[in-house]
């Protein structure tokens, strides 16, 4: 299913860059420079978002790089299961977190970037 | 720095049926094609052919003084494109005789004009001028901010792959023994980049046959030191090399050069992700990796960069109670033809399982012969492919081992799947460097 133009207007006020994107089949929104949640090493970062079900997942979001969570210094509480994906000619990071069916494109986002905090 | 260019086959036989279309007043015909850059920065930068389109006949200019002149809307409209698509653009013709064609005095004087017109509306991709002829081709190409050059070789990418620049073959009399292959096969081994992804109990098999062959040209991938686990598969593995801990594309070259001294090899002791520059100038590619998810990734990229891709692969299924089931594929992946997921090979269910084990590809137990058996099979298809030597013309090559038969058969999905089906995965026009 492509991404809905009007959940990417909503994406695009949190992160004015965002745009879609497709490599083998599949449709990704890739932000760039994202604020990750206050406290988060490093603080900003690029991400994927992959928004249709794949992989038993229904949405991932990949990152340019492990990302410490807010108020610890390792990357270690989370479940980086994506490591060095290569995507886009690029290599992108996901830790397991489930998000439930029928979420918009800012919801799915929101979601995954709980896990950091 | 120098430049490739890519042309898929499927484009280059429609180019050519369209230039030799009859004009109502010009003696011949020109076409557009789209290009896209790849590897840019790197030596060899890519420029890669993924779409092309006619010249409508209403947009030539009568003019005795050349084959044929076209006007300002077919100039306006190939400019349009550049700007809606992003891409750049060669200026297509034909020359309908045999051998390498060249440019005329006439193409030398005004093609290098119109490249400059489209420089300007697009300077950020490569444009140019390509002259067909029926079995080869000459073109030449401005990279961004470069002026324009030859390309160094020309490859039409599909069932089969062509070389029109090929070197002679050091000693080829060594090779009158698989003459059989063709006139120019040593030639065309000699000339072909070959990636070997993975150099396990598949990938040393490859490396060592397409030596044998009279491949020169090798780029090798593996970030693995061997083990003693690895001893009863690793073809050229010493139990010195387990001593010394020794990198398996240490191995590797040291293979190459033990059959072929002169050979390039060019190393990469990383995961091809982490380093992907020298995969992009490979002619072919033999993947010989652990996992339905690496192989996606890799046929991804070979698809982005217009190179075929021969996937090896083998597994052992156990049951209670039953025997051991010793399973595996040989599958190539053409840009433009069926991909992994045309054939069914990758799919959703296997992708999930896969990440439900944290990607990883577990135990993968490993045996010689079978790994040969694969190994010879995919050697035989690359070597085809760049050859032709069967004539076997187009069709999706996936091929399913049974090592409990002792039997290596077309698998039975290609009775589903269309000759003609067109990959809708891995588009052409998704090809060149990623724009994120």
Same mark, same amino acid.
Request: proline share 6%; with cysteine; glycine share 8%.
């Given at each position: 299913?492509?991404?809905?133009?009007?959940?990417?207007?909503?994406?695009?006020?949190v992160?004015?860059?965002?745009?879609?994107?497709e490599e083998?089949?599949i449709?990704?929104?890739?932000?760039?420079?994202?604020? @990750?949640?206050?406290g988060? %090493?490093? =603080?900003?970062?690029?991400?994927?978002?992959?928004?249709?079900?794949?992989?038993g997942y #229904? !949405?991932? @979001?990949?990152?340019?790089? %492990?990302? =410490?969570?807010?108020r610890?210094?390792?990357?270690?509480?989370?479940?980086?299961?994506? #490591? !060095?994906?290569?995507m886009?000619?690029?290599?992108?990071?996901?830790?397991?977190?489930?998000?439930?069916?029928?979420l918009?494109?800012?919801?799915?986002?929101?979601?995954?970037?709980?896990?950091?905090? | 720095?120098?430049v490739?260019l890519?042309?898929?086959?499927?484009?280059?036989?429609?180019?050519?049926?369209?230039?030799?279309?009859?004009?109502?007043?010009?003696?011949?015909?020109?076409?557009?094609?789209?290009?896209?850059?790849?590897?840019?920065?790197?030596?060899?930068?890519?420029a890669?052919?993924?779409?092309?389109?006619?010249?409508p006949?209403e947009?030539y200019v009568?003019?005795e003084?050349?084959?044929?002149?076209?006007?300002?809307?077919?100039?306006?409209?190939?400019?349009?494109?550049?700007?809606?698509?992003?891409?750049?653009?060669?200026?297509?013709?034909?020359?309908?005789?045999?051998?390498v064609?060249?440019?005329?005095r006439?193409?030398?004087?005004?093609?290098?004009?119109?490249?400059?017109?489209?420089?300007?509306t697009?300077?950020?991709?490569?444009h140019?001028?390509?002259?067909?002829?029926?079995?080869?081709?000459?073109?030449?190409?401005a990279l961004?901010?470069?002026?324009?050059?030859?390309?160094?070789?020309?490859?039409f990418?599909g069932?089969?792959?062509?070389?029109?620049?090929?070197?002679?073959?050091r000693?080829?009399?060594?090779?009158?023994?698989?003459?059989?292959?063709?006139?120019?096969?040593?030639?065309?081994?000699?000339?072909?980049?070959?990636?070997?992804?993975?150099?396990?109990?598949?990938g040393?098999?490859?490396?060592?046959?397409?030596?044998?062959?009279?491949?020169q040209?090798?780029v090798?991938?593996?970030?693995q030191?061997?083990?003693?686990?690895?001893?009863?598969?690793?073809?050229?593995?010493?139990?010195?090399d387990?001593?010394?801990?020794?990198r398996?594309?240490?191995?590797?070259?040291?293979?190459?050069?033990?059959?072929?001294?002169?050979?390039?090899?060019?190393?990469?002791?990383?995961r091809?992700?982490?380093?992907?520059?020298?995969?992009?100038?490979?002619?072919?590619?033999?993947?010989?990796?652990?996992g339905?998810?690496?192989?996606?990734?890799?046929?991804?990229?070979?698809?982005?960069?217009?190179?075929?891709?021969?996937?090896?692969?083998?597994?052992?299924?156990?049951?209670?109670?039953?025997?051991?089931?010793?399973?595996?594929?040989?599958?190539?992946?053409?840009?433009?033809?069926?991909c992994?997921?045309?054939?069914?090979?990758?799919?959703?269910?296997?992708?999930?399982?896969?990440?439900?084990?944290?990607?990883d590809a577990?135990?993968?137990?490993?045996v010689?012969?079978?790994?040969g058996?694969?190994?010879s099979?995919?050697?035989?298809?690359g070597?085809?492919?760049?050859?032709?030597?069967?004539?076997?013309?187009?069709?999706p090559?996936?091929?399913?081992?049974?090592?409990n038969?002792?039997?290596?058969?077309?698998?039975?999905?290609l009775?589903?799947?269309?000759?003609?089906?067109?990959?809708?995965?891995?588009?052409?026009?998704?090809?060149?460097?990623?724009?994120?």
């Amino acid at each position: 299913m492509p991404a809905n133009p009007d959940q990417l207007t909503e994406l695009r006020a949190v992160c004015p860059g965002a745009k879609v994107v497709e490599e083998g089949g599949i449709e990704y929104v890739f932000l760039p420079d994202l604020v @990750l949640p206050e406290g988060c %090493q490093p =603080a900003r970062a690029d991400v994927l978002l992959r928004f249709q079900p794949r992989d038993g997942y #229904n !949405s991932r @979001l990949f990152f340019s790089s %492990q990302i =410490a969570p807010v108020r610890r210094v390792t990357t270690d509480a989370l479940n980086w299961n994506a #490591n !060095s994906v290569g995507m886009f000619e690029r290599t992108w990071f996901a830790f397991s977190w489930r998000t439930v069916e029928g979420l918009s494109l800012a919801q799915m986002l929101t979601t995954h970037l709980k896990g950091l905090r | 720095m120098s430049v490739i260019l890519r042309v898929p086959e499927s484009i280059r036989q429609e180019l050519l049926a369209d230039l030799r279309r009859p004009h109502p007043h010009a003696s011949e015909r020109v076409a557009f094609a789209a290009v896209r850059l790849g590897n840019a920065g790197g030596d060899p930068a890519l420029a890669l052919v993924t779409d092309w389109w006619p010249i409508p006949d209403e947009h030539y200019v009568e003019d005795e003084g050349s084959g044929a002149r076209i006007g300002r809307e077919a100039i306006r409209n190939a400019m349009q494109r550049i700007l809606d698509q992003g891409t750049g653009v060669l200026h297509v013709h034909l020359h309908e005789f045999a051998g390498v064609p060249a440019f005329g005095r006439m193409d030398d004087r005004e093609i290098p004009r119109l490249v400059d017109s489209f420089v300007n509306t697009n300077p950020a991709m490569p444009h140019g001028m390509l002259v067909l002829s029926p079995g080869s081709a000459t073109a030449r190409v401005a990279l961004p901010s470069e002026p324009l050059r030859e390309a160094q070789q020309i490859t039409f990418v599909g069932y089969p792959t062509t070389l029109t620049r090929l070197v002679r073959p050091r000693d080829g009399a060594r090779f009158s023994r698989q003459s059989f292959l063709g006139l120019n096969s040593s030639a065309i081994l000699a000339s072909a980049t070959v990636g070997i992804i993975g150099l396990g109990g598949g990938g040393s098999h490859i490396v060592q046959q397409l030596a044998h062959l009279g491949f020169q040209r090798f780029v090798l991938y593996d970030a693995q030191e061997i083990e003693s686990t690895n001893l009863n598969r690793l073809v050229g593995a010493t139990e010195a090399d387990i001593r010394a801990s020794r990198r398996k594309v240490d191995i590797a070259e040291r293979l190459v050069k033990g059959i072929r001294e002169h050979a390039s090899v060019q190393k990469t002791a990383k995961r091809w992700q982490d380093e992907p520059r020298p995969l992009r100038s490979c002619d072919l590619v033999f993947g010989c990796v652990d996992g339905f998810d690496e192989r996606r990734q890799l046929e991804t990229t070979c698809r982005r960069y217009l190179i075929p891709l021969v996937d090896i692969g083998m597994d052992v299924h156990t049951r209670d109670g039953q025997a051991p089931r010793l399973v595996g594929q040989v599958l190539a992946s053409v840009p433009g033809h069926p991909c992994m997921q045309c054939l069914g090979f990758l799919n959703e269910r296997t992708l999930t399982e896969e990440a439900q084990r944290y990607g990883d590809a577990g135990e993968q137990p490993q045996v010689v012969w079978s790994n040969g058996v694969l190994a010879s099979t995919a050697v035989g298809v690359g070597v085809d492919l760049l050859t032709n030597w069967r004539r076997r013309g187009f069709g999706p090559i996936y091929l399913s081992y049974d090592g409990n038969k002792d039997t290596l058969m077309p698998h039975v999905r290609l009775d589903y799947i269309a000759r003609d089906l067109v990959c809708n995965h891995h588009r052409l026009n998704q090809a060149g460097d990623p724009s994120l």
